[in-house]
């Protein structure tokens, strides 16, 4: 590496060479200048010369792969960061291991006013049944613990902590011995995040975008809302990702919106959108989200938290105030409620204001052919999880104990909305799955419903360009010439492209192809480990010794 000493008066310039570049401009780069926040040029090692003296710095690759930074399209940054830093039940594997978990975080941290953890899966574990409140109340010597299954729509919690939320047995969702969902779990959430102190939060949300950042993930999208996180969490988390120090951060806050003036207040917040977890259903592993048909171990169909009129006026007023809209929505019932309502959005403002929008589903996961359609005719984005398919699909999987084999299925069709031209965004949904771009990556080319999975390339443009696209920029998520200078370099290995035809080989390292190379991601492989990210410019991660 060498630098000179740079003039303050115009921006910085690095010339990265030496390794491979992934870019549409030129499927052979090997080497790439940036100025500024900009990329500046993309090509071969030869032309690389012509770039070396008059630039501030020159990195050697040394044969690393640059990318585009990865987008995640769906993050809860403070709940990631406490399950990052504090009490992780995800690694438990029966019920006992996680009391004792439980027990060992409140001995740790006496002075917690609420004791709190994620992560719990009872449907992993042998005894089939989360963690009782007489069994918390006895792992937490007596304490508040807030403690949510792992998909975030139903969580235990001790009585002391029943105790600190006034009215709270009589809201929708209390259980005296389940999971608390609905009103209920919202009510306890509120009061659990509300003892967080900004220094414990600000620690968290640090710890979050760190973890992003070391993992080449150069954008997040924040799902926010009154029922998930609190206006002071969002506003802070805005405030911290402006300092420049980590990965961007946008904002999207879930409420409903009935006019011109609340468009504004959410707009004032900082927010892309009213949308993200703006709650339609609840989730599958939670017997939340909303189903046409009952459950198959449960005699219900879920639960509706909006009907297609909601959504209709909340997607027509954020259309008229140019304001993104969208909503949660996993049950097949649920994204038909979401479904009717922008197509009747689209007959009151006009179906080519509703597609511009660019409107946003996110989960998606169990479409109909007709919900399918209709994603395809009002150009929703389907804000989707790979991973959820990666731990619950498959014929032994949560899916099919919820829903049956031929139900589980049909969910999450990545295939198909792809070849109906319906936008992708892929995220984690983190806490739910861990922040693993290149994991994600490989669930949706490696689902468990084979016909469902999609191409290397068609996720990685996924994880990439469609997370910007899904916020409305067209010109970001592909390292070519004017686009900003958010990029990640990777340790590899070998570069392949997938053959589109499963009757040939899977994978080919031909260069003739002239498409940009992958690692490969077959099951089994190492991932890719990221040396470095780059957010704008500036470097938000580098690996030590590195």
């Known amino acids: 590496m060498s630098e000179r000493i740079p003039d303050p008066a115009r921006p910085r310039t690095v010339l990265l060479r030496g390794g491979e570049v992934h870019s549409p401009a030129d499927p052979f780069a090997t080497a790439m200048v940036v100025e500024g926040d900009s990329v500046a040029w993309v090509g071969e090692e030869g032309a690389a010369d012509s770039f070396a003296d008059g630039v501030d710095e020159v990195v050697h690759l040394d044969g690393a792969l640059v990318t585009p930074a990865f987008t995640d399209a769906h993050v809860h940054t403070t709940a990631t960061g406490l399950a990052l830093t504090g009490l992780d039940l995800a690694p438990a594997t029966h019920l006992a291991d996680a009391l004792a978990r439980v027990r060992a975080h409140a001995t740790a941290r006496p002075h917690d006013r609420v004791l709190l953890g994620h992560g719990w899966d009872a449907t992993a574990w042998p005894e089939g049944r989360p963690p009782s409140r007489g069994e918390l109340d006895e792992a937490t010597g007596g304490r508040p613990l807030y403690l949510t299954r792992v998909d975030v729509h139903s969580a235990v919690v001790t009585t002391a902590l029943l105790d600190l939320v006034p009215g709270l047995r009589d809201l929708a969702g209390f259980h005296a011995d389940a999971p608390l969902t609905g009103d209920a ?266 016909a469902h999975g999609i191409s290397a390339r068609a996720a990685f443009t996924a994880h990439t360009r469609g997370g910007w696209r899904a916020i409305g920029r067209d010109d970001a998520g592909v390292l070519v010439p004017g686009a900003p200078a958010d990029y990640a370099v990777w340790r590899a290995g070998d570069l392949v492209v997938q053959a589109p035809d499963e009757r040939v080989e899977r994978w080919s390292t031909d260069p003739r192809s002239g498409t940009p190379g992958l690692p490969d991601l077959s099951p089994g492989r190492p991932l890719p480990v990221c040396l470095a990210t780059v957010v704008a410019g500036r470097t938000v991660f580098a690996r030590p010794n590195e």
């Not at 009952?294 to 027509?316: I, S």
Request: overall charge negative.
């Open 185 to 450: 779990h919202h009510a306890v959430r509120k009061a659990a995040y509300a003892t967080l102190t900004p220094v414990q939060r600000a620690d968290a949300q640090r710890a979050a975008l760190a973890r992003a950042a070391s993992l080449g993930i150069g954008s997040v999208h924040e799902c926010a809302g009154p029922e998930i996180s609190g206006e002071d969490d969002f506003t802070a988390l805005l405030a911290l990702a402006a300092e420049g120090h980590g990965p961007r951060v946008v904002g999207y806050w879930a409420e409903l919106v009935a006019s011109a003036k609340e468009a504004d207040r959410i707009r004032e917040l900082g927010a892309a959108g009213a949308a993200g977890d703006l709650f339609a259903d609840g989730s599958l592993g939670s017997h939340t989200a909303h189903l046409h048909a009952p459950y198959a171990d449960a005699a219900h169909t879920g639960t509706a938290h909006l009907d297609a009129e909601a959504v209709a006026a909340h997607v027509a007023h954020c259309t008229e105030a140019g304001l993104q809209a969208g909503f949660h929505a996993i049950g097949d019932a649920a994204l038909t409620t979401v479904t009717d309502g922008v197509r009747a959005a689209a007959d009151r403002v006009g179906l080519a204001r509703v597609r511009a929008a660019r409107h946003r589903v996110e989960h998606a996961e169990m479409l109909t052919e007709r919900t399918l359609a209709a994603f395809a005719g009002l150009a929703l984005t389907a804000s989707v999880q790979p991973a959820f398919d990666a731990a619950w699909g498959g014929g032994e999987g949560m899916y099919a104990a919820r829903l049956g084999a031929d139900r589980a299925r049909t969910l999450n069709p990545y295939a198909a909305l792809l070849k109906a031209g319906v936008p992708l965004a892929l995220g984690s949904d983190s806490p739910v799955t861990p922040l693993d771009p290149w994991g994600t990556i490989r669930a949706a080319v490696f689902h468990r419903t084979r």
